[in-house]
């Protein structure tokens, strides 16, 4: 299987902050790339897909960009609401999809 | 909107077969630009695909290789709703699972979740 690895495991922000997150593929993956954000008790919530393509619905300050093997979720003006654990998923491999440990914002 | 809500036992003992249940809303499970998958979560394995079904004219189905002897996933087209069976559970299985939609035309994005079951295995 595809293994995607997220990079860092957590990170220290604040308001207003510009946050990135890295996922690279153990191999190449094109575009099949998608982003995350969970919040305790809920289950994910879709962000960004075809790694950069972004959701209906999702706030602009959010952004995704990569291809091959590395990719990046970046948050702009971090706000409130946006302190939250993030995940990257692998869809290249159909349909053995796989998951990034997380990113936990905070 | 489309939604799925979930439904079963948040406690099985070992050995014992989980049976989840998700009901849709929205849209179809014999929608065919979409698959229906599940999912689960755990602290020690994160985020787990485990198998899908989709309807392409017939219907499809896809396993986890890793679950392949122990799980079942149908679809039922008189409810509009898909399930998940899981066979002589272990405590390895205990974690949260989620029933989602995986759109068409979106690199296989997963864009709507259930609301989550926590199942515990424990005698």
């Known amino acids: 299987d595809i293994q995607v690895t997220q990079s860092p495991s957590s990170l220290s922000a604040s308001v207003g902050d510009r946050v990135t997150i890295t996922c690279r593929a153990s191999?190449?993956?094109?575009?099949?790339l998608n982003w995350y954000q969970q919040k305790p008790g809920k289950a994910p919530k879709l962000l960004i897909y075809?790694?950069?393509s972004l959701e209906s619905g999702v706030p602009s300050r959010f952004s995704g960009s990569g291809s091959g093997t590395d990719f990046t979720l970046t948050v702009s003006n971090l706000q409130p609401e946006d302190f939250a654990t993030y995940y990257c998923?692998?869809?290249?491999?159909?349909?053995?999809?796989?998951f990034g440990q997380g990113t936990k914002v905070e | 909107q489309v939604q799925l809500q979930q439904s079963g036992p948040g406690l099985v003992k070992p050995s014992q077969t989980l049976s989840l249940t998700c009901a849709i809303s929205?849209?179809?499970?014999?929608?065919?630009?979409?698959?229906w998958n599940w999912i689960r979560q755990s602290p020690s394995t994160g985020l787990e695909w485990l198998g899908r079904?989709?309807?392409?004219?017939?219907?499809?189905?896809d396993y986890a290789v890793s679950l392949k002897s122990r799980i079942t996933i149908n679809a039922d087209t008189s409810r509009n709703q898909f399930s998940l069976q899981l066979n002589s559970v272990t405590p390895e299985d205990t974690a949260v699972y989620y029933c989602?939609?995986?759109?068409?035309?979106?690199?296989?994005?997963?864009?709507?979740w259930g609301q989550g079951t926590t199942l515990i295995v424990s005698s």
């Open positions: 989602l939609r995986e759109r068409g035309g979106c690199k296989g994005c997963m864009d709507v």
């Open positions: 929205g849209d179809s499970v014999s929608s065919n630009s979409v698959a």
């Open positions: 079904t989709y309807y392409r004219s017939k219907w499809y189905i």
């Open positions: 191999q190449s993956i094109s575009d099949f």
């Open positions: 075809g790694a950069s």
């Open positions: 998923q692998q869809s290249h491999s159909t349909p053995r999809y796989t």
